[in-house]
């Protein structure tokens, strides 16, 4: 039951999306309607080769405007579900923009009850969807960024990716602590290694 509302509410919310931001051309719900028939209707493998083709450039046009909602000014809201959008279709081309976008905090507290979409912070969860090509831009972050609230942010991409399989949340900060150890014994520059250094700590 809670499987069939979800993909729901997902349609709705991409097609929202994609009939607001004019970056993408043709996106309404009746187009994806009438790929999604066609693909089921296709009766050689050259219309399904079409098909496919079609919804492959749709993916592609979502991303593309899910990273522009990211770059733009736009509301917090609309950013918001850009970056659920994003992990949903774990889009490795938006992890820079989502790391940039890491404490967008979702403060809302009335959710859908039966079915929450995301928490508190959306481009977190979203990047930890996309797993572990993320971990080296949050590696990058921990160099950079001194910030103690943008370092937590990122461990935690960290722990919960590397250590999915892990029975407890210490075994996986275990687990981070040595993806961050690793990074301070390879890195030369003072600076980053310091901060490196503060991220660790931060984790214990």
Known sequence: MYKGKFKLIVFILLC????????????TQLETNNLIQGLQNAKTLSE?????????QNRLDLI????????SNASKDKMIRACFLLGEYRATEAITDLSNRIALEDKIKEKLKELPLWGKYPALEALIKIGFSAIPQMIQILETNKDNHIQRLS?????EVIGRNSA??????????TIINNAIKIQSDPLKKKNLENALKLLN
């Open 64 to 71: 593309r405007t899910s990273i522009g909602i990211l770059r």
């Open 48 to 56: 399904m080769d079409s098909v496919s083709i079609r919804i492959a």
């Open 16 to 27: 929202l999306l994609l009939k607001e931001i004019s970056l993408v051309e043709g996106g």
């Open 168 to 177: 407890t949340i210490q075994e996986r900060k275990n687990l981070a602590h």
């Open 155 to 159: 461990s935690t991409v960290i722990w």
